[in-house]
C-alpha cells in the first residue's frame, strides 16, 4: 500500500520522520540506533533524503532498502535537476525492489557555484515533469511533492508558487509534505487556497524544532522561511537568561505550541525534520500526545 492510501484510511494523527542519509560509513551504527528508537513509537512512515543534484544517490538507496527492512514504510527523495529519463527509472526500479512504496518528487537546485546552469538543457525543468515521469513509468509507486508555506525563494508571487503547486497536485501527486515554517497561519493558508481551488490532497506540515541560533540561522539562509518577531525575541531572552540549553529548551516549547496549533486547524499529522536525532522528537511526541 502506498502512503497516499494509508493517508485516506487513516483516522487519527500521526507523525513521519525526514532522515539523512550519513555521508560517512562510521556514522551507520548510530544513525540505526536512532532509526529503531524512533520506529519503536510507531510513524505512518520515514523519508530519506537525496543528495543535491543526485550525488550519493547509492546512500540514498542504502538507507531506504535498510529502513524497510527495520519495519518502516518508506518514501525516497529524488530531484530530477541534471538528470536523464533512464537514470530516474534505474532509481525507480532499485526503489521499488528494497520496498520502497513512494517517491517525493522533487526539482532540486542546480549545483552550487554554476551560476550559468542551463535550465533548458536537460529533460526535466521543474518537479511537475518528474511527477508526470513517474506516474507514466511508475504507475503503481506513490507520489508526493514539496509546498511551501512561506513561497519558495524563487518564486515572483505568492499566487505564483500556489498555482505551480496545484499543478503538481493536479498531475498525480498523492500529498504535500511542507517546507519548514514557525507562522502556522502561513499553513493555514497554503491548505485554504488548495481547498478552495477543489483539491482535498492532505498536506503534512513539516516541523523543525529549533535547536540553537546557529542551527536556525542556517536553515533560514538555506529555505527563506520566515520567523515570527515574536519567536525571536523569546529565544534571545532564552539565551541571555540561561545559554544555550535555554534556546534549545525555548525551540522545544514552540514547536509544541506549532504542532497542537496545526493540530487544531487540521493538519493529518507532522513530518518532523529529525536531524537524525532521536531525543527531541521523542520529547515533542510526549509533550504533544502523538
Ligand atoms: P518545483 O516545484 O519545480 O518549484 C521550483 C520553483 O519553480 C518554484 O519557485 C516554483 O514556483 C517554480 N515553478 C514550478 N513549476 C513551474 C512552472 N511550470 N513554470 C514556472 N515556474 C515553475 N533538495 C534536495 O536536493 N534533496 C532533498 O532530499 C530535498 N528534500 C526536500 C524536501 C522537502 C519537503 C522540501 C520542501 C524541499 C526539499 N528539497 C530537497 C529542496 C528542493 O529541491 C528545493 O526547494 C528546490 O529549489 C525546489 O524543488 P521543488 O520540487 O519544490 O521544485
Not at 64 to 81: K, P
Not at 106 to 128: I, Q, S, T
Request: net charge neutral.
Amino acid at each position: 500500500m502506498t502512503i497516499g492510501n494509508a493517508l485516506r484510511q487513516r483516522q487519527k494523527p500521526f507523525l513521519s520522520f525526514e532522515f539523512f542519509p550519513p555521508s560517512d560509513p562510521a556514522h551507520l551504527p548510530a544513525f540505526y540506533a536512532t532509526v529503531d528508537r524512533l520506529r519503536a513509537v510507531n510513524p505512518l512512515f520515514a523519508s530519506v533524503t537525496y543528495g543535491a543534484g543526485g550525488k550519493k544517490q547509492q546512500n540514498t538507496l542504502n538507507v531506504t532498502t535498510e529502513l524497510v527492512r527495520r519495519g518502516y514504510q518508506v518514501m525516497a527523495h529524488l530531484t530530477c535537476v541534471g538528470a536523464s529519463p533512464e537514470r530516474i527509472t534505474a532509481f525507480l526500479d532499485d526503489l521499488r525492489a528494497g520496498g520502497v512504496t513512494d517517491v517525493l518528487a522533487l526539482r532540486g537546485d542546480p549545483p552550487a557555484g554554476d551560476p550559468n546552469w542551463d535550465w533548458n538543457a536537460g529533460h526535466f525543468r521543474h518537479a511537475l515533469d518528474l511527477v508526470r515521469f513517474i506516474r507514466q513509468q511508475a504507475p503503481d509507486m506513490g507520489v508526493a511533492v514539496a509546498g511551501y508555506p512561506c513561497p519558495h525563494p524563487e518564486s515572483p508571487t505568492f499566487a505564483d508558487d500556489r498555482h505551480h503547486l496545484a499543478a503538481k497536485i493536479a498531475a498525480g501527486a498523492d500529498f504535500v509534505v511542507t517546507q519548514l515554517f514557525f507562522d502556522v497561519r502561513e499553513y493555514v493558508d497554503l491548505v485554504r487556497g488548495l481547498r478552495a481551488q477543489g483539491f482535498t490532497t492532505p498536506v503534512i506540515p513539516g516541523i523543525l524544532p529549533i535547536q540553537s541560533f546557529e542551527s536556525l540561522r542556517r536553515v533560514l539562509s538555506l529555505c527563506g522561511a520566515n520567523i515570527p518577531g515574536k519567536l525571536y525575541l523569546q529565544l534571545e531572552e532564552a539565551d541571555r537568561q540561561g545559554g544555550a540549553e535555554a534556546v534549545r529548551e525555548a525551540g522545544l516549547r514552540f514547536a509544541v505550541r506549532q504542532i497542537r496549533r496545526l493540530l487544531d486547524e487540521g493538519a493529518p499529522g507532522i513530518h518532523l525534520y529529525t536531524l537524525n536525532k532521536a531525543d527531541l522528537c521523542l520529547r515533542l511526541r510526549q509533550e504533544t500526545g502523538l
